[in-house]
Protein backbone atom coordinates (compact mmCIF):
# COMPACT_ATOMS: atom_id res chain seq x y z
CA UNK A 1 0.00 0.00 0.00
CA UNK A 2 1.09 3.31 -1.35
CA UNK A 3 1.27 7.09 0.64
CA UNK A 4 0.59 7.88 4.19
CA UNK A 5 -2.97 6.69 4.62
CA UNK A 6 -1.59 2.71 3.09
CA UNK A 7 1.60 2.80 5.27
CA UNK A 8 -0.20 4.15 8.14
CA UNK A 9 -3.18 1.24 7.77
CA UNK A 10 -0.31 -1.33 7.45
CA UNK A 11 1.44 -0.46 10.47
CA UNK A 12 -2.14 0.44 12.69
CA UNK A 13 -3.46 -3.14 11.64
CA UNK A 14 0.33 -5.26 12.61
CA UNK A 15 0.32 -3.19 15.84
CA UNK A 16 -3.34 -4.50 17.12
CA UNK A 17 -1.95 -8.07 16.04
CA UNK A 18 1.19 -7.86 17.94
CA UNK A 19 -0.83 -6.41 21.03
CA UNK A 20 -3.55 -9.14 20.67
CA UNK A 21 -6.34 -6.70 19.58
CA UNK A 22 -6.80 -7.34 15.92
CA UNK A 23 -10.51 -8.70 15.65
CA UNK A 24 -11.46 -11.20 13.05
CA UNK A 25 -14.95 -12.23 12.03
CA UNK A 26 -16.52 -15.52 12.50
CA UNK A 27 -18.42 -17.29 10.15
CA UNK A 28 -21.55 -18.50 10.80
CA UNK A 29 -23.62 -21.26 9.02
CA UNK A 30 -27.05 -21.54 10.97
CA UNK A 31 -29.71 -20.29 12.35
CA UNK A 32 -28.78 -17.94 15.47
CA UNK A 33 -29.23 -20.20 18.42
CA UNK A 34 -27.13 -21.27 21.43
CA UNK A 35 -26.07 -24.51 18.61
CA UNK A 36 -24.54 -22.98 16.29
CA UNK A 37 -22.00 -23.90 13.58
CA UNK A 38 -19.07 -21.67 12.97
CA UNK A 39 -16.48 -22.29 10.72
CA UNK A 40 -17.04 -24.98 10.15
CA UNK A 41 -17.20 -26.87 13.52
CA UNK A 42 -19.90 -27.21 16.14
CA UNK A 43 -19.98 -25.21 18.81
CA UNK A 44 -21.97 -24.19 22.28
CA UNK A 45 -22.40 -20.22 21.96
CA UNK A 46 -22.26 -17.95 25.52
CA UNK A 47 -21.93 -15.07 23.48
CA UNK A 48 -25.14 -13.78 21.65
CA UNK A 49 -27.63 -10.99 22.87
CA UNK A 50 -30.34 -12.96 21.91
CA UNK A 51 -31.37 -13.32 25.91
CA UNK A 52 -34.88 -15.25 25.13
CA UNK A 53 -34.01 -17.37 22.50
CA UNK A 54 -36.52 -15.93 20.37
CA UNK A 55 -34.16 -14.74 17.10
CA UNK A 56 -34.85 -18.39 15.49
CA UNK A 57 -38.02 -18.70 16.92
CA UNK A 58 -40.92 -20.05 14.48
CA UNK A 59 -43.25 -17.34 15.29
CA UNK A 60 -41.18 -14.47 14.47
CA UNK A 61 -39.68 -16.61 11.40
CA UNK A 62 -43.21 -16.71 10.16
CA UNK A 63 -44.32 -13.60 11.02
CA UNK A 64 -40.96 -12.11 9.20
CA UNK A 65 -42.14 -14.15 6.38
CA UNK A 66 -45.63 -12.71 6.18
CA UNK A 67 -44.61 -9.66 6.14
CA UNK A 68 -42.35 -9.52 3.86
CA UNK A 69 -45.18 -11.12 1.82
CA UNK A 70 -47.13 -8.83 2.33
CA UNK A 71 -45.41 -5.33 2.29
CA UNK A 72 -42.05 -6.65 -0.05
CA UNK A 73 -37.92 -7.40 0.51
CA UNK A 74 -37.20 -3.25 1.67
CA UNK A 75 -39.10 -0.31 2.35
CA UNK A 76 -37.85 1.70 -0.46
CA UNK A 77 -37.39 5.27 0.95
CA UNK A 78 -37.28 7.28 4.31
CA UNK A 79 -40.17 6.95 6.83
CA UNK A 80 -40.79 10.54 5.75
CA UNK A 81 -40.90 9.74 1.83
CA UNK A 82 -42.75 6.55 1.37
CA UNK A 83 -41.25 4.23 3.69
CA UNK A 84 -43.62 4.11 6.93
CA UNK A 85 -45.96 1.29 6.31
CA UNK A 86 -48.61 0.55 8.20
CA UNK A 87 -46.56 -2.16 10.11
CA UNK A 88 -44.22 0.13 11.52
CA UNK A 89 -47.22 2.59 12.49
CA UNK A 90 -48.21 -0.93 14.81
CA UNK A 91 -45.50 -1.52 15.93
CA UNK A 92 -44.52 1.68 17.53
CA UNK A 93 -48.48 1.92 19.00
CA UNK A 94 -47.92 -1.49 20.29
CA UNK A 95 -43.96 -0.11 21.93
CA UNK A 96 -45.79 2.63 23.39
CA UNK A 97 -48.69 0.57 25.12
CA UNK A 98 -45.45 -2.08 26.37
CA UNK A 99 -43.73 0.63 27.97
CA UNK A 100 -46.36 2.66 28.97
CA UNK A 101 -45.33 5.78 26.90
CA UNK A 102 -47.24 8.50 24.66
CA UNK A 103 -45.20 7.61 21.39
CA UNK A 104 -42.83 5.65 20.19
CA UNK A 105 -40.75 5.54 17.24
CA UNK A 106 -38.73 3.54 15.35
CA UNK A 107 -35.03 4.02 14.56
CA UNK A 108 -33.11 1.48 12.34
CA UNK A 109 -30.31 0.76 15.21
CA UNK A 110 -29.42 1.62 18.89
CA UNK A 111 -26.27 3.25 17.96
CA UNK A 112 -28.44 5.46 15.18
CA UNK A 113 -31.54 5.78 18.17
CA UNK A 114 -28.60 7.60 20.10
CA UNK A 115 -27.20 10.02 17.52
CA UNK A 116 -30.59 11.20 16.89
CA UNK A 117 -31.94 11.95 20.74
CA UNK A 118 -28.58 13.90 21.47
CA UNK A 119 -28.39 16.07 17.86
CA UNK A 120 -32.39 16.67 18.02
CA UNK A 121 -32.57 17.71 21.61
CA UNK A 122 -28.86 19.58 22.62
CA UNK A 123 -28.16 22.90 21.31
CA UNK A 124 -24.81 24.88 21.91
CA UNK A 125 -24.65 25.97 25.35
CA UNK A 126 -26.50 23.16 26.57
CA UNK A 127 -25.02 20.36 28.57
CA UNK A 128 -24.96 16.58 28.54
CA UNK A 129 -23.59 14.31 31.07
CA UNK A 130 -22.61 10.40 30.77
CA UNK A 131 -21.55 7.53 32.92
CA UNK A 132 -17.77 6.70 31.91
CA UNK A 133 -18.78 2.85 31.24
CA UNK A 134 -21.83 4.03 29.03
CA UNK A 135 -21.69 2.62 25.63
CA UNK A 136 -19.71 3.87 22.65
CA UNK A 137 -23.64 5.16 21.01
CA UNK A 138 -23.82 6.95 23.70
CA UNK A 139 -20.71 8.41 24.15
CA UNK A 140 -20.38 9.26 20.42
CA UNK A 141 -23.69 10.96 20.63
CA UNK A 142 -22.70 13.28 22.96
CA UNK A 143 -19.26 14.14 21.67
CA UNK A 144 -21.25 15.14 18.35
CA UNK A 145 -24.51 17.11 19.66
CA UNK A 146 -22.90 20.30 20.08
CA UNK A 147 -23.56 20.48 23.61
CA UNK A 148 -20.67 21.02 26.67
CA UNK A 149 -19.73 16.86 27.22
CA UNK A 150 -19.15 15.89 30.81
CA UNK A 151 -18.36 12.20 32.14
CA UNK A 152 -19.36 10.99 35.69
CA UNK A 153 -18.08 8.62 37.91
CA UNK A 154 -19.66 4.64 37.12
CA UNK A 155 -22.44 4.43 38.65
CA UNK A 156 -22.27 7.09 40.95
CA UNK A 157 -25.12 9.67 41.26
CA UNK A 158 -23.76 11.92 44.02
CA UNK A 159 -21.03 12.97 41.52
CA UNK A 160 -23.59 13.47 38.75
CA UNK A 161 -25.63 15.21 41.23
CA UNK A 162 -22.58 18.10 41.56
CA UNK A 163 -21.80 18.43 37.97
CA UNK A 164 -25.20 19.23 37.88
CA UNK A 165 -25.36 21.08 40.10
CA UNK A 166 -22.42 23.50 38.97
CA UNK A 167 -24.11 24.09 35.85
CA UNK A 168 -24.68 27.76 34.94
CA UNK A 169 -26.84 27.67 32.42
CA UNK A 170 -28.75 25.80 29.51
CA UNK A 171 -30.53 22.78 29.04
CA UNK A 172 -29.27 19.36 31.12
CA UNK A 173 -29.36 15.64 29.34
CA UNK A 174 -27.98 12.71 31.48
CA UNK A 175 -27.58 9.66 29.32
CA UNK A 176 -26.92 6.24 31.01
CA UNK A 177 -26.97 2.78 29.88
CA UNK A 178 -29.93 0.91 31.87
CA UNK A 179 -27.86 -2.44 32.31
CA UNK A 180 -24.26 -2.10 31.16
CA UNK A 181 -23.07 -4.51 28.06
CA UNK A 182 -19.76 -5.04 28.70
CA UNK A 183 -20.16 -5.28 32.96
CA UNK A 184 -23.80 -6.32 33.41
CA UNK A 185 -24.78 -4.55 36.17
CA UNK A 186 -27.43 -2.24 36.66
CA UNK A 187 -27.69 1.60 36.34
CA UNK A 188 -29.11 3.27 40.14
CA UNK A 189 -32.17 4.49 37.94
CA UNK A 190 -33.91 5.82 41.22
CA UNK A 191 -31.21 8.00 42.42
CA UNK A 192 -29.95 9.43 38.89
CA UNK A 193 -33.63 10.64 38.31
CA UNK A 194 -33.70 12.10 41.55
CA UNK A 195 -30.86 13.87 40.86
CA UNK A 196 -32.02 14.89 37.46
CA UNK A 197 -35.63 16.21 39.21
CA UNK A 198 -33.88 18.15 41.91
CA UNK A 199 -31.60 20.00 38.73
CA UNK A 200 -34.09 20.14 36.47
CA UNK A 201 -32.10 17.92 33.66
CA UNK A 202 -33.95 15.11 31.03
CA UNK A 203 -32.78 11.68 31.80
CA UNK A 204 -31.94 9.07 28.80
CA UNK A 205 -31.57 5.99 29.02
CA UNK A 206 -30.44 2.85 26.39
CA UNK A 207 -32.48 0.01 27.57
CA UNK A 208 -30.91 -2.16 24.91
CA UNK A 209 -29.89 -5.01 27.57
CA UNK A 210 -32.55 -4.44 30.30
CA UNK A 211 -35.77 -4.30 27.92
CA UNK A 212 -37.74 -7.75 27.79
CA UNK A 213 -35.25 -9.10 30.27
CA UNK A 214 -35.51 -7.39 33.33
CA UNK A 215 -39.14 -6.36 35.23
CA UNK A 216 -42.07 -8.73 36.00
CA UNK A 217 -43.82 -7.94 32.49
CA UNK A 218 -39.94 -7.98 30.35
CA UNK A 219 -40.41 -3.77 30.48
CA UNK A 220 -37.38 -3.04 31.12
CA UNK A 221 -35.08 -1.60 33.95
CA UNK A 222 -37.44 1.27 34.61
CA UNK A 223 -39.90 -1.69 35.30
CA UNK A 224 -37.07 -3.08 37.69
CA UNK A 225 -37.27 0.24 39.47
CA UNK A 226 -40.69 1.13 38.96
CA UNK A 227 -39.67 4.80 36.93
CA UNK A 228 -42.67 6.14 34.56
CA UNK A 229 -41.97 9.19 31.83
CA UNK A 230 -41.92 11.87 33.88
CA UNK A 231 -39.21 10.36 35.94
CA UNK A 232 -36.97 9.50 32.21
CA UNK A 233 -38.51 11.70 30.21
CA UNK A 234 -36.59 9.39 27.19
CA UNK A 235 -36.11 5.37 27.03
CA UNK A 236 -33.98 4.08 23.65
CA UNK A 237 -34.63 0.24 23.78
CA UNK A 238 -33.62 -2.29 20.45
CA UNK A 239 -34.92 -5.08 19.36
CA UNK A 240 -32.60 -6.96 18.35
CA UNK A 241 -31.82 -8.41 21.50
CA UNK A 242 -34.11 -9.76 23.76
CA UNK A 243 -36.85 -9.25 20.75
CA UNK A 244 -34.74 -11.18 18.92
CA UNK A 245 -35.33 -8.82 15.74
CA UNK A 246 -33.59 -5.85 14.37
CA UNK A 247 -34.20 -2.54 14.94
CA UNK A 248 -34.86 0.66 18.01
CA UNK A 249 -37.25 2.48 18.96
CA UNK A 250 -37.20 5.59 21.13
CA UNK A 251 -40.20 6.29 23.56
CA UNK A 252 -41.82 9.29 25.33
CA UNK A 253 -43.74 11.83 25.59
CA UNK A 254 -45.61 13.62 21.98
CA UNK A 255 -43.90 16.40 22.11
CA UNK A 256 -40.29 13.96 21.97
CA UNK A 257 -41.65 11.97 19.44
CA UNK A 258 -42.73 14.94 17.25
CA UNK A 259 -39.47 16.28 17.92
CA UNK A 260 -37.47 13.73 17.00
CA UNK A 261 -39.45 13.26 13.56
CA UNK A 262 -38.64 16.49 12.40
CA UNK A 263 -34.76 16.72 13.99
CA UNK A 264 -33.45 13.83 14.10
CA UNK A 265 -30.85 13.38 11.11
CA UNK A 266 -30.59 9.76 11.83
CA UNK A 267 -34.43 9.23 11.43
CA UNK A 268 -34.84 11.94 8.86
CA UNK A 269 -32.04 10.96 6.61
CA UNK A 270 -32.00 6.86 6.30
CA UNK A 271 -34.20 4.34 4.31
CA UNK A 272 -36.42 2.68 7.08
CA UNK A 273 -35.99 -0.86 8.53
CA UNK A 274 -37.54 -3.80 6.16
CA UNK A 275 -41.43 -4.27 7.03
CA UNK A 276 -40.31 -7.94 7.99
CA UNK A 277 -38.19 -7.06 10.44
CA UNK A 278 -41.12 -5.26 11.71
CA UNK A 279 -43.20 -8.01 11.42
CA UNK A 280 -41.20 -10.57 13.74
CA UNK A 281 -40.88 -7.71 16.61
CA UNK A 282 -44.79 -7.73 17.01
CA UNK A 283 -44.68 -11.88 17.05
CA UNK A 284 -41.81 -10.76 19.86
CA UNK A 285 -43.54 -8.86 21.81
CA UNK A 286 -46.60 -11.10 22.27
CA UNK A 287 -44.34 -14.18 23.13
CA UNK A 288 -42.67 -11.84 25.59
CA UNK A 289 -46.49 -10.36 26.99
CA UNK A 290 -47.53 -14.54 27.29
CA UNK A 291 -44.28 -16.23 28.30
CA UNK A 292 -42.97 -15.02 31.84
CA UNK A 293 -41.33 -18.63 32.13
CA UNK A 294 -38.43 -17.74 29.67
CA UNK A 295 -37.50 -14.58 31.83
CA UNK A 296 -37.90 -16.85 35.10
CA UNK A 297 -35.57 -20.15 33.48
CA UNK A 298 -33.43 -17.34 32.57
CA UNK A 299 -32.77 -15.79 36.01
CA UNK A 300 -32.46 -19.26 36.83
CA UNK A 301 -29.35 -20.13 34.73
CA UNK A 302 -28.04 -16.84 36.01
CA UNK A 303 -27.60 -18.22 39.68
CA UNK A 304 -26.36 -21.40 38.71
CA UNK A 305 -23.68 -20.06 36.81
CA UNK A 306 -22.70 -17.67 39.22
CA UNK A 307 -23.02 -20.02 41.95
CA UNK A 308 -20.70 -22.23 39.47
CA UNK A 309 -18.02 -19.86 38.88
CA UNK A 310 -17.59 -18.92 42.41
CA UNK A 311 -17.11 -22.73 43.21
CA UNK A 312 -14.05 -22.26 40.58
CA UNK A 313 -13.20 -19.43 42.51
CA UNK A 314 -13.36 -16.96 39.36
CA UNK A 315 -14.18 -13.38 40.53
CA UNK A 316 -17.62 -12.01 38.91
CA UNK A 317 -19.07 -8.36 38.62
CA UNK A 318 -22.18 -7.64 40.64
CA UNK A 319 -24.77 -8.61 37.78
CA UNK A 320 -28.18 -10.43 38.40
CA UNK A 321 -28.51 -9.88 34.48
CA UNK A 322 -27.81 -12.65 31.74
CA UNK A 323 -23.79 -10.86 30.92
CA UNK A 324 -21.33 -12.50 33.63
CA UNK A 325 -18.13 -11.58 32.49
CA UNK A 326 -15.13 -12.82 33.40
CA UNK A 327 -12.26 -10.49 33.46
CA UNK A 328 -8.95 -11.65 32.70
CA UNK A 329 -6.79 -8.64 32.67
CA UNK A 330 -4.81 -8.40 29.63
CA UNK A 331 -5.76 -9.50 25.63
CA UNK A 332 -3.50 -11.63 24.73
CA UNK A 333 -4.75 -13.76 28.18
CA UNK A 334 -8.07 -13.59 27.43
CA UNK A 335 -7.27 -14.44 23.57
CA UNK A 336 -6.24 -17.89 25.34
CA UNK A 337 -8.54 -18.42 27.63
CA UNK A 338 -11.33 -17.97 24.67
CA UNK A 339 -9.24 -19.98 22.39
CA UNK A 340 -9.20 -22.82 25.14
CA UNK A 341 -12.43 -22.77 25.28
CA UNK A 342 -13.30 -23.08 21.64
CA UNK A 343 -10.90 -26.07 21.37
CA UNK A 344 -13.68 -27.59 23.79
CA UNK A 345 -16.51 -26.94 21.38
CA UNK A 346 -17.61 -23.50 23.34
CA UNK A 347 -17.72 -20.34 21.78
CA UNK A 348 -17.14 -17.25 24.31
CA UNK A 349 -15.44 -14.31 22.41
CA UNK A 350 -12.37 -11.95 24.41
CA UNK A 351 -13.76 -8.83 24.91
CA UNK A 352 -10.55 -6.41 24.77
CA UNK A 353 -9.75 -2.47 24.52
CA UNK A 354 -11.24 -0.31 23.45
CA UNK A 355 -14.21 -1.61 24.11
CA UNK A 356 -13.15 -1.89 27.23
CA UNK A 357 -10.43 -0.19 29.99
CA UNK A 358 -7.02 -1.34 29.64
CA UNK A 359 -6.24 -4.41 32.13
CA UNK A 360 -10.14 -5.52 31.71
CA UNK A 361 -10.33 -7.42 28.95
CA UNK A 362 -12.72 -10.29 29.57
CA UNK A 363 -14.77 -13.19 28.56
CA UNK A 364 -18.55 -11.69 28.38
CA UNK A 365 -20.36 -14.51 29.07
CA UNK A 366 -24.13 -14.23 28.51
CA UNK A 367 -26.85 -16.55 29.07
CA UNK A 368 -30.12 -17.05 27.42
CA UNK A 369 -33.35 -18.29 27.90
CA UNK A 370 -32.84 -20.95 25.20
CA UNK A 371 -29.42 -22.64 26.94
CA UNK A 372 -30.21 -25.51 29.47
CA UNK A 373 -28.68 -26.32 32.87
CA UNK A 374 -26.75 -28.73 31.59
CA UNK A 375 -24.99 -26.57 29.07
CA UNK A 376 -24.09 -24.08 32.01
CA UNK A 377 -22.75 -27.57 33.71
CA UNK A 378 -20.92 -27.84 30.37
CA UNK A 379 -19.53 -24.34 30.30
CA UNK A 380 -18.38 -24.87 33.92
CA UNK A 381 -16.73 -27.87 32.98
CA UNK A 382 -15.05 -26.56 30.44
CA UNK A 383 -13.81 -23.32 31.88
CA UNK A 384 -12.15 -25.17 35.10
CA UNK A 385 -10.41 -27.56 32.25
CA UNK A 386 -9.32 -24.43 30.10
CA UNK A 387 -8.35 -22.83 33.11
CA UNK A 388 -6.18 -25.41 34.46
CA UNK A 389 -4.70 -26.37 31.34
CA UNK A 390 -3.27 -22.61 30.79
CA UNK A 391 -2.40 -22.28 34.38
CA UNK A 392 0.05 -25.25 33.56
CA UNK A 393 1.25 -24.15 30.64
CA UNK A 394 2.15 -20.65 32.35
CA UNK A 395 4.03 -22.61 35.34
CA UNK A 396 6.14 -24.80 32.41
CA UNK A 397 4.83 -28.13 33.67
CA UNK A 398 2.98 -28.81 30.46
Known amino acids: MSGLLGRRLKNDLAEREEKSLYRRRRVIESATGVH ?27 AQCNAARKYGAGSGAAHLVTGHQRIHHELEERLADFTGRERALLFSTGYMANLGIASALLERGDRVFEDRLNHASLIDAGL ?201 GILVTAIRPPTVPEGTARLRVTLSAAHSEEDVDRLLESLSDALEKIGSETDGRN
Request: hydrophobic share 45%; glycine share 10%.
Open 144 to 344: ISGAKFSRYAHNDASALETKLASRESGAALVMTDGVYSMDGDVAPLDALASACRKHEAWLAVDDAHGIGVLGENGRGTLEHFGLGQEDVPVLMGTLGKAFGSFGAFVAGSEALIETLINRARTYIYTTALPAAAAGASLAALAIIASEPERRAHLRKLVVCFREGARDLGLALADSVTPIQPIVVGDAASAMRLSDALLAR
Open 36 to 62: ARIDGGDVLAFCSNDYLGLASDPRLVE
